[in-house]
């Protein structure tokens, strides 16, 4: 497997990871688009993904405009294979190096996504648009969770 920073020439194959998903599904796939993409991964911040033989099979993005993390999925053929771990790490231990102090993200409540980011040292902070999971995490926590 190999982990790189995410191109434009991505888009598609990340489009077709968002959409393979178990669980937090887009009640329709037409919500995120490929400008979308492109927008968060060359001007509000950066993406990273999970490349097998040629075919990305996980992605992560980061939002330094809305300080949060915009997207993490892991294809559901590749779960549990710490592959989501290692983009999560790659992103955060990035995104803070941009001098950020806080990050926020939200998921579905009860969802597996939730359970990784307690896990992660996330702190749920209460409930985000239409019930999701708010969370968030500052750099002094990350820091502390790394050692």
């Known amino acids: 497997m190999i982990f790189r920073e995410a191109t434009i020439q991505d888009i598609a194959q990340i489009q077709v990871v968002r959409n393979a998903v178990k669980e937090n599904m887009l009640s329709n796939p037409a919500l995120v688009t490929d400008q979308d993409c492109e927008t968060f991964i060359t001007k509000r911040g950066?993406?990273?993904?999970?490349?097998?033989?040629?075919?990305?099979?996980?992605?992560?993005?980061?939002?330094?405009?809305?300080?949060?993390?915009?997207?993490?999925?892991?294809?559901?053929?590749?779960?549990?294979?710490?592959?989501?771990?290692?983009?999560?790490?790659?992103?955060?231990?990035?995104?803070?190096?941009?001098?950020?102090?806080?990050?926020?993200?939200?998921?579905?409540?009860?969802?597996?996504?939730?359970?990784?980011y307690s896990m992660q040292g996330w702190r749920e902070t209460g409930i985000y648009g239409k019930g999701e999971l708010k969370f968030e995490?500052?750099?002094?926590?990350?820091?502390?969770?790394?050692?």
Not at 137 to 147: D, H, I, S, T, V
Request: proline share 1%; hydrophobic share 40%; aromatic share 12%.
């Open 46 to 116: 950066k993406g990273w993904v999970c490349e097998q033989d040629g075919t990305i099979i996980g992605f992560a993005i980061a939002d330094l405009v809305d300080d949060n993390i915009w997207a993490l999925f892991v294809h559901r053929d590749h779960d549990g294979k710490g592959i989501g771990k290692r983009l999560h790490q790659l992103m955060m231990d990035w995104y803070f190096s941009q001098g950020k102090e806080n990050v926020w993200l939200s998921t579905a409540p009860g969802t597996r996504a939730a359970t990784f």
């Open 137 to 147: 995490m500052n750099a002094g926590e990350w820091k502390l969770n790394q050692q």
